[in-house]
């Protein structure tokens, strides 16, 4: 696989539909997939036909989290210069969504664990499939979720339901999720309704609406 292939989008009636396209590692974000991600987010931000980014994963899940070789392993081996890089382009596109010019929703439609939260948490907007898995499988290993996953499960949850999701490391499906990350549909409707969602954000000019997001964003600073 190519590194454009590790990333795939097309654009149909102002949607940008971004897919995570690494399936057979059940989309899990490698170096070379952050690096895509932040070229496909300059591509589309400011194009003309483009009203709403939609981000979902290919196949079976949305994100299962880094990819524990690529991600970790190897930039391990490159010493602290080649993980402070590999750390720099993920937390970047991370980021870049939560400022992004555009609305923004995340369509989970299967696995979404650890570093998965990240950029569901950037997203404006969370759809989630019944289907889809929610889990902080950090704990079953004995460590602690990192990369900044526990604030955004601080940020997203109570207290009290992070320290349990964190705790436990039990899974959580998409309809017990719905209320937690945004709403919850039948897989096979998930696209029409993720689709149907960008109709309101649409209707006004994308400078209102970044103006809108940049405000929520700094009440959160």
Not at 95 to 111: E, S
Request: charged share 30%; with cysteine.
């Amino acid at each position: 696989m190519i590194d454009e292939d590790v990333v795939a989008f097309q654009v149909e009636d102002r949607i940008a539909w971004v897919r995570f396209n690494r399936p057979e590692k059940r989309n899990c974000m490698s170096p070379t997939l952050n690096r895509r991600m932040m070229e496909v987010l300059d591509e589309l931000e400011f194009r003309d036909d483009v009203g709403v980014l939609v981000l979902r994963g290919e196949g079976a899940a949305w994100s299962a989290g880094m990819d524990l070789k690529e991600y970790f392993r190897e930039t391990e081996a490159e010493g602290l210069r080649g993980v402070r890089k590999s750390q720099r382009e993920s937390y970047g596109w991370f980021r870049r969504l939560r400022w992004y010019q555009k609305p923004t929703i995340a369509m989970v439609n299967g696995w979404c664990f650890g570093g998965g939260y990240a950029p569901l948490f950037g997203c404006d907007l969370a759809i989630c499939a019944d289907e889809a898995k929610f889990a902080l499988s950090e704990i079953n290993w004995g460590i602690l979720p990192g990369g900044g996953v526990t604030k955004v499960v601080v940020e997203l949850l109570s207290m009290r339901d992070a320290m349990y999701h964190a705790l436990t490391g039990e899974l959580i499906d998409g309809k017990r999720a719905g209320g937690e990350s945004g709403t919850k549909w039948p897989f096979p409707r998930l696209a029409r309704a993720s689709g149907k969602r960008h109709e309101v954000p649409v209707q006004f000019s994308p400078p209102h609406f970044a103006d809108l997001g940049t405000a929520l964003s700094r009440e959160d600073q």
